[in-house]
């Protein structure tokens, strides 16, 4: 079930970095200055390469690679997630209402993204070979 929520999520979050990226580069591109329509492509970028982390997780929870590993690479998975809505979701914030207070929540996200990729390696340390 749990991979199965992460495979759902992932498609939802590529479909939505596909849509902002098209509306950053056709709706925003004359409506923000150039930094702020930076800031808003940098939130799509890192939301691209995030969903594609939690597609991994997803995948590689199908496998039985020991209980110890799922439980990190499901970690991982929700540390991306929450990275994603904090990183990506207070850029998106910013850009298109200029209001500061945003800029706060993105390192918070950044962390949750170091955090998710230690957790992720740390889950391939601890893959078992799969048995046939």
């Given at each position: 079930m749990k991979s199965k929520a992460l495979l759902i999520f992932s498609g939802l979050s590529a479909m939505v970095a596909v849509i902002f990226g098209a509306f950053a580069a056709h709706a925003l591109k004359g409506q923000l200055?150039?930094?702020l329509l930076g800031v808003f492509e940098t939130g799509v970028q890192y939301q691209f390469i995030h969903t594609l982390a939690i597609l991994a997780c997803g995948i590689l929870l199908q496998l039985k690679l020991g209980l110890k590993s799922q439980k990190y690479f499901f970690i991982a998975a929700i540390c991306f997630i929450i990275g994603i809505l904090c990183f990506?979701?207070?850029l998106y914030a910013l850009a298109l209402t200029g209001i500061k207070w945003f800029g706060p929540i993105t390192p918070l996200g950044g962390l949750l993204f170091i955090i998710g990729w230690g957790a992720f390696s740390f889950a391939a340390l601890n893959i078992n070979e799969v048995t046939k």
């Open positions: 200055s150039e930094y990506s979701g207070s």
